[in-house]
């Protein structure tokens, strides 16, 4: 899958915006595309936002900024911002039925070439796969949030995807400033498992009163050199999306350290979600 000139983002949300920016700076053209009025022209400012304070600080010139933005198209329309992409990129709600219904149009819509990748953080990329005539093209391309900024990208792999595919994925990252890590279709893969049952035990210990956020939190920054701490991390990630991910993961696992504490699923009930709403485990500034 070399050659990739055109890249598709569907979903201009947190982490659909990311990718539409990094990819548009690494020199790619890009189709920015979401069904909810006006979303992907909000994404298009978030950018341009981004950007800016990457000028005001030294990190990029007016010039790149510009012909970054100059890069990127934004529509409402999937299927039109597909159609001539190299790759396209899902990154719209943890929802598998939701994914799979996109991708089956995707599938009737992007060239017949043209990879598919999903920004999925724990979902099955075989089942994702399964709603196109195209598994081989097909695979995962978890970024992190936010996607400017962290380095990671988890390149997943089902048993139908094909080296090629594989191969070329690595490639984009790379050439997105990323480090790329190839991991097999499981759930949670990677990072997802390994970061959820951090946190959830983090959870458990706020539960049980054995520290205070800020003191579990500082824990790990402190005496692990994590550079942010499990619960901090997840109302940044929201918390409404790690109890999705924590319930799939009891689910598909049978593992009782996936079990939801009751913490979480009080305050997203409550609607305290983390950063976005500007409570969850810490209160946020409006931004």
């Given amino acids: ?84 992409a190299d790759l396209v990129v899902e990154a719209i709600p943890e929802d598998l039925d939701l994914k799979r219904g996109l991708f089956a149009l995707l599938d009737a819509a992007a060239p017949a070439g043209a990879l598919l990748a999903t920004n999925t953080s724990s979902l099955s990329v075989a089942a994702i796969a399964a709603a196109t005539a195209r598994p081989d093209r097909v695979l995962g391309m978890h970024f992190f949030n936010p996607v400017h900024l962290m380095k990671l990208v988890e390149v997943v792999t089902h048993p139908g995807t094909a080296p090629d595919a594989t191969a070329g994925a690595v490639a984009v990252a790379r050439r997105l400033g990323k480090e790329p890590i190839v991991v097999k279709d499981s759930p949670g893969f990677a990072s997802s498992r390994l970061g959820v049952a951090l946190g959830l035990e983090a959870m458990r210990m706020l539960e049980d009163g054995v520290a205070s956020a800020e003191d579990i939190d500082r824990a790990m920054t402190l005496g692990y050199n994590h550079p942010v701490g499990p619960l901090r991390l997840t109302d940044m990630v929201g918390l409404d999306v790690r109890l999705a991910i924590a319930r799939y993961l009891h689910r598909t696992l049978g593992d009782a350290r996936f079990a939801p504490p009751a913490l ?8 305290k979600l983390g950063r976005k709403t500007g409570q969850g485990f810490f209160t946020w500034p409006d931004e």
């Fill in 264 to 271: 979480l699923e009080r305050l997203v009930a409550e609607g």
């Fill in 1 to 84: 899958m070399s050659g990739v000139a055109i890249v598709g983002v569907v979903g201009a949300g947190t982490m659909g915006h990311g990718i539409a920016q990094v990819a548009a700076q690494a020199g790619y053209t890009v189709r920015l595309s979401d069904t909810l009025p006006g979303a992907a022209a909000k994404g298009f400012e978030r950018i341009r936002k981004n950007l800016d304070g990457a000028v005001e600080r030294g990190k990029a010139t007016a010039a790149e900024r510009d012909a970054a933005l100059g890069r990127i198209a934004v529509s409402e329309d999937v299927a039109a911002s597909a159609r001539d």
